[in-house]
Protein backbone atom coordinates (compact mmCIF):
# COMPACT_ATOMS: atom_id res chain seq x y z
CA UNK A 1 0.00 0.00 0.00
CA UNK A 2 1.22 3.84 -0.40
CA UNK A 3 0.49 5.95 1.79
CA UNK A 4 0.18 10.34 0.83
CA UNK A 5 0.13 12.40 3.68
CA UNK A 6 -1.31 16.15 3.12
CA UNK A 7 -2.81 18.99 5.14
CA UNK A 8 0.56 20.46 7.06
CA UNK A 9 1.24 23.88 7.19
CA UNK A 10 2.14 27.17 9.32
CA UNK A 11 -0.45 28.03 12.19
CA UNK A 12 -0.04 29.83 15.20
CA UNK A 13 -0.52 28.45 18.80
CA UNK A 14 -3.88 27.61 19.50
CA UNK A 15 -4.98 26.90 16.15
CA UNK A 16 -6.10 24.09 14.32
CA UNK A 17 -5.25 21.49 11.30
CA UNK A 18 -6.46 18.26 9.65
CA UNK A 19 -4.19 16.00 8.19
CA UNK A 20 -5.01 13.31 6.17
CA UNK A 21 -3.63 9.69 4.86
CA UNK A 22 -4.56 8.87 1.72
CA UNK A 23 -4.13 4.61 0.95
CA UNK A 24 -3.58 3.33 -2.79
CA UNK A 25 -2.86 0.28 -3.75
CA UNK A 26 -4.52 -1.50 -1.27
CA UNK A 27 -7.61 -1.34 0.73
CA UNK A 28 -6.94 0.60 3.71
CA UNK A 29 -9.25 -1.47 6.21
CA UNK A 30 -6.95 -4.43 5.62
CA UNK A 31 -4.46 -2.12 8.16
CA UNK A 32 -4.22 -0.70 11.41
CA UNK A 33 -3.32 2.80 10.93
CA UNK A 34 -0.81 5.72 13.39
CA UNK A 35 0.48 8.69 12.84
CA UNK A 36 3.80 9.81 14.37
CA UNK A 37 6.15 12.67 14.39
CA UNK A 38 9.91 13.84 14.27
CA UNK A 39 11.07 16.98 14.72
CA UNK A 40 14.93 17.63 14.17
CA UNK A 41 17.21 16.35 16.34
CA UNK A 42 14.58 14.01 18.35
CA UNK A 43 13.45 10.63 17.70
CA UNK A 44 10.22 9.90 16.39
CA UNK A 45 7.66 9.94 18.48
CA UNK A 46 4.07 8.23 18.69
CA UNK A 47 1.43 10.30 18.10
CA UNK A 48 -1.90 8.68 17.60
CA UNK A 49 -3.37 5.05 16.29
CA UNK A 50 -6.79 3.53 15.54
CA UNK A 51 -7.47 -0.14 14.50
CA UNK A 52 -8.85 -1.65 11.74
CA UNK A 53 -12.85 -1.02 12.15
CA UNK A 54 -12.21 2.64 13.81
CA UNK A 55 -13.44 1.33 16.96
CA UNK A 56 -10.51 1.39 19.12
CA UNK A 57 -7.94 4.73 19.15
CA UNK A 58 -4.83 5.61 20.89
CA UNK A 59 -3.20 8.97 21.78
CA UNK A 60 0.66 9.77 22.99
CA UNK A 61 0.60 12.04 26.48
CA UNK A 62 1.14 14.90 24.71
CA UNK A 63 -1.64 15.17 22.21
CA UNK A 64 -4.78 13.74 24.32
CA UNK A 65 -7.68 16.27 24.54
CA UNK A 66 -6.29 18.16 21.33
CA UNK A 67 -5.96 15.77 19.20
CA UNK A 68 -8.17 13.11 17.51
CA UNK A 69 -7.96 10.36 15.36
CA UNK A 70 -10.26 9.22 12.61
CA UNK A 71 -10.88 6.94 9.63
CA UNK A 72 -12.69 6.51 6.41
CA UNK A 73 -12.50 2.99 4.86
CA UNK A 74 -14.78 3.85 2.16
CA UNK A 75 -12.59 6.98 1.46
CA UNK A 76 -9.54 4.86 2.09
CA UNK A 77 -8.32 7.98 4.48
CA UNK A 78 -7.39 8.41 7.89
CA UNK A 79 -7.03 11.53 9.49
CA UNK A 80 -5.75 13.23 12.10
CA UNK A 81 -7.54 16.25 13.43
CA UNK A 82 -5.03 18.53 15.73
CA UNK A 83 -6.41 21.34 17.74
CA UNK A 84 -5.03 23.88 20.41
CA UNK A 85 -1.52 23.13 18.73
CA UNK A 86 1.92 24.45 20.48
CA UNK A 87 4.84 25.32 19.05
CA UNK A 88 6.01 21.92 20.94
CA UNK A 89 4.04 19.98 18.24
CA UNK A 90 6.34 21.56 15.65
CA UNK A 91 7.51 18.06 13.15
CA UNK A 92 7.19 16.10 10.62
CA UNK A 93 4.19 14.02 10.87
CA UNK A 94 4.11 10.61 9.41
CA UNK A 95 1.51 8.20 8.53
CA UNK A 96 1.81 4.75 8.94
CA UNK A 97 -0.16 1.19 8.76
CA UNK A 98 0.36 -2.32 10.03
CA UNK A 99 -0.81 -5.34 9.10
CA UNK A 100 -0.58 -6.72 12.70
CA UNK A 101 0.24 -5.28 15.72
CA UNK A 102 1.68 -6.96 18.52
CA UNK A 103 -0.44 -6.69 21.34
CA UNK A 104 -0.25 -3.43 23.05
CA UNK A 105 2.79 -2.48 20.89
CA UNK A 106 0.26 0.10 18.63
CA UNK A 107 3.12 3.16 19.73
CA UNK A 108 5.89 1.07 18.26
CA UNK A 109 7.45 2.22 14.41
CA UNK A 110 8.77 -1.06 14.24
CA UNK A 111 4.96 -2.48 14.29
CA UNK A 112 4.03 -0.50 11.24
CA UNK A 113 4.98 -1.76 7.51
CA UNK A 114 4.09 1.05 5.17
CA UNK A 115 5.23 4.34 5.54
CA UNK A 116 4.05 7.87 4.29
CA UNK A 117 6.21 10.71 3.16
CA UNK A 118 5.63 12.98 5.92
CA UNK A 119 3.78 16.17 6.06
CA UNK A 120 5.76 19.72 8.29
CA UNK A 121 3.32 20.97 11.05
CA UNK A 122 5.07 24.44 12.12
CA UNK A 123 3.49 25.84 15.15
CA UNK A 124 4.43 29.57 15.78
CA UNK A 125 4.33 31.09 18.89
Known amino acids: VQLQASGGGLVQAGGSLRLSCAAS????????MGWFRQAPGKEREFVSA????????YYGDSVKGRFTISRDNAKNTVYLQMNSLEPEDTAVYYC???????????????????WGQGTQVTVSS
Open 96 to 114: AGARMWSVGYYYTPDEYDY
Open 25 to 32: GRTLSNYA
Open 50 to 57: ISWSGGST
